[in-house]
C-alpha cells in the first residue's frame, strides 16, 4: 500500500496539485473498519502519500531549545539520546502522523452494511442453493479438505482455506504440506466463486454497504460541486464536535476497508469480473470541474477507468448523471429497516419515506424500486 500512496502522490500533489506537498489536515479525513490490519493499511498508504521527509518543520527556536522535554523526569540518559536526535524536523526522520479514525464493527453501516444478519442471510442462502450444482465439480477436493485439515466437508470449509492459502501466498509462504497447486487452483475457483454469487449480485450490492455508501457520496459530491462544507458525520459515524470544524476544506477521504466492501461498490455500478478483489486494490471516485464549469465524475478501480452505467466509455461521467444513478438504484426503504425486517423497522422505514417526500407503497402513480 505504499507503494499505492507513492501512486497517489504523484497523481494528486505532483501532477495535479491538488493536495499540499505536506500534510493540511483541513484537507483530508481518513477512516478505517475497526480492525488492525485495515487500519495498518491505512498507515502504510499514507506513509506513501506523505513519506518520510514531508513532515512538518521545527522552528530554529524549538529545534535549538528544551521545549521537547516533558514534566515527566526521564533521567539524563534519555535526555542526551534524544538530544542526540533532535534536528529541525518535528519526528525523527520527518515522519508525517495522520489520524486514522475508525467506527465500532458492529455500527459500521457504511462499511460492513453486509454485515448484519438479513443481508448475511441472503448472501450465505444464495451460496447454499448454489452449492448442490457445485458439489460435483469440487467434491474431491472438498472431501480431501475434510479429512487433511479436519473440518466439515462443506463448500463455504473450502472457500474458507483457500482465502487463508491466498494470504499465505501474498505474504510468500508455500503451500502446506500434502496440498497439490490443483487443489490451490481449486480453492481459488470457489472463493472467486462465492464473491461473484454474493456481492457481484447487484439487488444484495444494492442493500449492502452501498446504501449507506453511496448516498454520503452523493451527499459529499453534491456539497463539494458547490463548494460547501461536507457533513464528516455520514463519513465518520461520529459525532464527535472536534471533527466538524475541518469538514470546511476537506477534498480528499481516504477509507479502508476489505475486499468484500470493494465487491458490493463495484457490484452496485454493474461492473463485476467474477474474480477476487487482489490484495492492494482500490476504487477511487474523483469530482473533476471542467473549464465549462461543469462538473464531471471518474470512477477509477486499481488505476483504470471503470465504465460507468448511462456514460460513455471511457469519459468522465457528468456529475448530475452520476448522482439520478446513485437516487434510481439506492433502495427507498432505511438500512435499518432492511437489516432488523421486523415490524418497527418497516414501520421507520415508511416514516421516513413521508418525511422525505417518497410515498409509501400502494398509492397510484408513484414508481416503487424494491429492494
Known amino acids: 500500500m505504499f507503494t499505492v500512496g507513492q501512486w497517489m502522490r504523484k497523481r494528486y500533489i505532483e501532477d495535479n496539485k491538488f493536495l499540499s506537498p505536506t500534510f493540511d489536515q483541513s484537507e483530508m479525513y481518513v477512516r478505517s473498519t475497526e480492525m488492525f490490519r485495515t487500519v495498518q493499511t491505512a498507515q502504510s498508504l499514507l506513509q506513501g502519500l506523505y513519506p518520510p521527509g514531508t513532515?512538518?518543520?521545527?522552528?530554529?527556536?524549538?529545534?535549538?531549545?528544551?521545549?521537547?522535554?516533558?514534566?515527566?523526569?526521564?533521567?539524563?540518559?534519555?535526555?542526551?539520546?534524544?538530544?542526540?536526535?533532535?534536528?529541525?524536523?518535528?519526528?525523527?526522520?520527518?515522519?508525517?502522523?495522520?489520524?486514522?479514525?475508525?467506527?465500532?464493527?458492529?455500527?459500521?453501516?457504511?462499511?460492513?452494511?453486509?454485515?448484519?444478519?438479513?443481508?448475511?442471510?441472503?448472501?450465505?442462502?444464495?451460496?447454499?442453493?448454489?452449492?448442490?450444482?457445485?458439489?460435483?465439480?469440487?467434491?474431491?477436493?472438498?472431501e480431501f479438505a475434510a479429512k487433511h485439515f479436519g473440518m466439515e466437508p462443506t463448500l463455504e470449509n473450502f472457500r474458507?482455506?483457500?482465502?487463508?492459502?491466498?494470504?499465505?501466498?501474498?505474504?510468500?509462504?508455500?503451500?502446506?504440506?500434502?496440498?497439490?497447486?490443483?487443489?490451490?487452483?481449486?480453492a481459488m475457483k470457489v472463493v472467486d466463486l462465492s464473491l461473484d454469487l454474493g456481492f457481484g449480485d447487484k439487488q444484495l450490492a444494492k442493500q449492502g454497504s452501498t446504501m449507506v455508501?453511496?448516498?454520503?457520496?452523493?451527499?459529499?459530491?453534491?456539497?463539494?460541486?458547490k463548494g460547501e462544507p461536507i457533513n464528516l458525520h455520514k463519513i465518520g459515524l461520529h459525532s464527535s464536535p472536534y471533527v466538524e470544524p475541518y469538514s470546511m476544506n476537506v477534498k480528499f477521504v481516504y477509507l479502508s476497508a476489505h475486499d468484500t466492501t470493494l465487491a458490493t461498490f463495484l457490484?452496485?455500478?454493474?461492473?463485476?469480473?467474477?474474480?477476487?478483489?487482489?490484495?492492494?486494490?482500490?476504487?477511487?471516485?474523483?469530482?473533476?470541474?471542467?473549464?465549462?464549469?461543469?462538473?464531471?465524475?471518474?470512477?477509477?478501480?486499481?488505476g483504470k477507468n471503470i465504465p460507468l452505467p448511462d456514460c460513455p466509455s471511457g469519459e468522465r461521467c457528468n456529475l448530475d448523471k452520476f448522482i439520478e444513478f446513485i437516487k434510481v438504484n439506492t433502495p427507498t426503504r432505511s438500512y435499518k429497516e432492511i437489516c432488523s425486517e421486523?415490524?418497527?423497522?418497516?414501520?421507520?422505514?415508511?416514516?421516513?419515506?413521508?418525511?422525505?417526500?417518497?410515498?409509501?407503497?400502494?398509492?397510484?402513480?408513484?414508481?416503487?424500486?424494491n429492494a
Open 55 to 142: 513532515g512538518p518543520k521545527l522552528t530554529p527556536p524549538q529545534a535549538g531549545g528544551e521545549g521537547w522535554l516533558p514534566p515527566l523526569d526521564v533521567g539524563g540518559e534519555v535526555v542526551d539520546r534524544v538530544k542526540g536526535m533532535v534536528t529541525d524536523e518535528t519526528l525523527a526522520g520527518g515522519v508525517t502522523q495522520i489520524p486514522i479514525f475508525t467506527a465500532p464493527y458492529h455500527e459500521d453501516s457504511l462499511l460492513l452494511g453486509y454485515e448484519c444478519a438479513a443481508l448475511g442471510k441472503k448472501y450465505w442462502g444464495g451460496m447454499k442453493q448454489h452449492q448442490e450444482k457445485y458439489r460435483a465439480e469440487f467434491a474431491p477436493h472438498v
Open 160 to 186: 474458507m482455506i483457500g482465502d487463508i492459502m491466498q494470504c499465505e501466498k501474498q505474504d510468500g509462504r508455500p503451500l502446506p504440506e500434502g496440498i497439490t497447486q490443483e487443489f490451490h487452483n481449486a
Open 213 to 225: 455508501f453511496y448516498n454520503a457520496l452523493r451527499d459529499m459530491m453534491e456539497k463539494r460541486a
Open 267 to 302: 457490484g452496485f455500478l454493474d461492473y463485476q469480473d467474477g474474480k477476487q478483489t487482489p490484495f492492494a486494490s482500490t476504487v477511487i471516485f474523483e469530482l473533476w470541474e471542467e473549464a465549462d464549469g461543469t462538473h464531471t465524475v471518474n470512477v477509477l478501480y486499481n
Open 342 to 369: 421486523t415490524e418497527e423497522g418497516k414501520k421507520e422505514g415508511e416514516e421516513k419515506k413521508e418525511e422525505e417526500g417518497v410515498k409509501p407503497k400502494g398509492v397510484r402513480g408513484v414508481k416503487e424500486i
